[in-house]
């Protein structure tokens, strides 16, 4: 029974961890498609302002599954991921101390590290992460000039 379940733990983190090619680009983890639903209690957003329309922000919080995780699957304990996330957050003031809050983004993997690694992987790729930050940064800006110049030929056509 326990070299069963040894080998079930095995397979899954072997498919988790497995090479998958996306796009012409090599990833290993969740595939592509997949989807979570997090839960963050008790979070705590501490922001201070630096410019006139510009803040700085730290949120720290434990994240929960909404739904319990396939056996054994996914990354292991203990390993670190380093993210970039870029949201835009609509807030309504509805009172003195209250905000019905929505943000909206995407996250972008930067890298991780394993429990017995002393660095994240692009550390051993010799990369910067500032460099893998400002490949997302570029994509982003190129998506939103399409998208703009898609809403400006959409409001040029609908004129005539």
């Known amino acids: ?12 983190r072997k498919i988790y961890n497995a090479i998958k ?3 012409g680009i090599k990833y290993t983890g969740m595939q592509v498609g997949g989807k979570h639903n997090w839960i ?17 922000f730290e949120f720290s919080s434990i994240k929960s599954r909404r739904n319990p995780a396939p056996a054994n699957s996914g990354a292991m304990p203990n390993t670190t ?5 870029v949201a835009e957050q609509k807030a309504i003031k509805l009172d003195d101390n209250n905000y019905d809050t ?37 994509r982003i800006i190129k998506q ?3 998208k703009k110049q898609k809403r ?5 056509l609908s004129v005539y």
């Open 40 to 56: 963050y209690n008790n979070g705590s957003w501490n922001e201070i302002k630096i410019a006139p329309d510009e803040w700085r």
């Open 144 to 146: 939103l000039k399409e």
């Open 21 to 23: 090619e996306y796009n």
């Open 1 to 12: 029974m326990i070299v069963k379940k040894r080998m079930k733990i095995e397979k899954n």
């Open 102 to 138: 929505l943000m909206k983004g995407s996250k972008f993997k930067i890298g991780h590290k394993l429990p017995n690694w002393k660095k994240f992987n692009y550390g051993y790729k010799n990369v910067a992460y500032e460099d893998i930050m400002i490949n997302f940064f570029e």
């Open 152 to 156: 400006e030929i959409t409001n040029f």
């Open 81 to 85: 991921f380093h993210w970039l996330i």
